[in-house]
């Protein structure tokens, strides 16, 4: 738009009538191509060797760009090795969920990478990344020795960590005698690792391994004094039994990916409890089945999950 316009317009609204413009406003345009026609590699399909990342596939943003960068340059250097392709899977990090998305969907907005795409975001954080991908980039030659070792070393420390905390299961005679620990008052034995996903009464502070050493102090020692390791040891207790549950929901959902969706549906029916977009979105596209809807872009996973129960509940009524 055109400056003399933006000042114009800005002049219009009130109380800015004589106002100056320091900088005026601008539209970035670029031209993409269909994300479509590039590999999961990021390799072009119609010429070999030759490898897109970033605007050019239709996304919007530096880290968008910034993810295509490394899985095209990989691969760009492995080629010249001869090495096999390396791509990262949607259970893997966002970067499989993007590249995903553009060479199966495409795209006809800049696409941005949001966490509402991912199944599996419970389990895609930043805590974990060294864990799913590390090994990976390893394998392929890309981290070095000396990070991979470090890897194997804090996999080792956590895993047994975690085996520690799950062995020692006390009855509620003892946790009680942690203070204030609000779900540490119950009838059912409990595992310390369960006891760090709980909360004190009145608090938003949860139990950490150090508040567990006044119940078993020479037990925990060796966790509570790496802090770096406790930590990671309570954000699995914490997201250990969502992520259980998001994983079962995703079975299910690819359990019936080939269950027809009635023709008939309602998708602004109260009882899907979906956001607009998604509404406007299944409403036009007019999905024949669960994994067609599951394809359509700003279509959740949960909404999904809620259409498929939606679909089953109805089936069983009208039987």
């Not at 800005?10 to 590039?38: A, F, K, S, T, W």
């Not at 090795?81 to 553009?102: N, Q």
């Not at 938003?204 to 966790?223: G, M, Q, R």
Request: proline letters at 4%; a negative charge.
């Amino acid at each position: 738009m055109p400056e003399e316009i933006q000042l114009n317009m800005l002049r219009q609204i009130h109380g800015l009538e004589r106002c100056d413009m320091v900088r005026p406003g601008y539209g970035v345009e670029y031209d993409y191509i269909d994300p479509r026609e590039v590999k999961p590699t990021l390799e072009t399909k119609r010429v070999d060797n030759l490898y897109f990342a970033g605007q050019i596939n239709g996304t919007t943003g530096y880290e968008e760009a910034a993810a295509q960068g490394i899985i095209a340059g990989i691969n760009a250097g492995g080629k010249v090795k001869g090495r096999d392709e390396f791509t990262v899977s949607r259970a893997e990090g966002y970067i499989g969920v993007l590249i995903d998305d553009l060479t199966t969907l495409g795209t006809n907005e800049p696409y941005r990478m949001f966490t509402s795409r991912a199944e599996f975001r419970l389990s895609l954080r930043p805590d974990n990344a060294d864990l799913r991908l590390t090994a990976k980039g390893f394998q392929y030659g890309c981290v070095s020795s000396e990070r991979y070792q470090r890897l194997l070393e804090d996999e080792k420390k956590l895993n047994e960590g975690i085996e520690l905390m799950e062995s020692v299961i006390l009855p509620k005679s003892i946790w009680s005698k942690l203070p204030h620990a609000a779900d540490a008052r119950t009838h059912v034995n409990r595992s310390a690792f369960h006891l760090l996903r709980c909360r004190f009464q009145k608090e938003a502070e949860l139990i950490s391994v150090k508040d567990l050493l006044s119940i078993c102090p020479n037990t925990f020692d060796s966790v509570a004094e790496d802090t770096r390791l406790a930590t990671r040891i309570q954000i699995e207790a914490m997201y250990r039994e969502f992520a259980l549950a998001e994983m079962a929901e995703i079975q299910e959902v690819m359990k019936y990916e080939q269950l027809r969706l009635p023709e008939d549906i309602n998708y602004s029916s109260n009882r899907l409890n979906l956001s607009n977009e998604e509404k406007e979105r299944l409403a036009s596209s007019k999905p024949q089945t669960i994994a067609a809807a599951s394809r359509i872009p700003g279509v959740t996973a949960s909404a999904i999950l809620q259409l498929l129960r939606y679909v089953k509940r109805r089936d069983i009524t009208l039987i």
